[in-house]
């Protein structure tokens, strides 16, 4: 299940629209339909007003969420430059072209930059 599908079901459950849910967190009903539909991403700070609306941890929600984490991706442009820039250029066209999911764009960063066991 991705971030979008769970934000609705947790809505639902609460029996909640869309544009009360919205009003609520003080955003649009539109950019809530993105969010849920997987068209756009919410900020850290609306998915921590998310969580705390739906009574859920920000990790809760945060493991649906299937974006490569930022942090990764700064640090391979910093190790490894020439890999980061082909690698943002790549993000760049999945993205537009959705031709790509956003777990085959991990699988991509994780086969790149692996995290060492501890």
């Known amino acids: 299940m991705k971030l979008g599908e769970y ?11 869309l544009r009360e849910f919205a009003g609520r967190l ?19 700070d609306v998915l921590n007003q998310m969580a705390e609306f739906f009574g859920v941890s920000t990790e809760d ?8 984490p930022v942090d990764d991706t700064k640090k391979l442009m910093q190790t490894n430059p020439a890999a ?3 690698v943002g ?4 066209k999945a993205v537009e072209n959705r031709q790509v ?6 699988k991509i960063m994780d086969a790149i930059n692996p995290k060492k066991e501890e």
């Open 7 to 17: 934000i609705r079901q947790l809505r639902e459950a609460k029996d909640i629209s």
């Open 26 to 44: 003080n955003l649009t009903p539109a950019f809530i339909s993105d969010i849920e539909l997987g068209k756009r991403n919410p900020s850290k």
């Open 61 to 68: 929600l945060a493991k649906y969420d299937e974006r490569v």
């Open 84 to 86: 980061g820039a082909a």
């Open 89 to 92: 250029v790549l993000l760049r």
């Open 101 to 106: 999911t956003q777990a085959d764009i991990k």
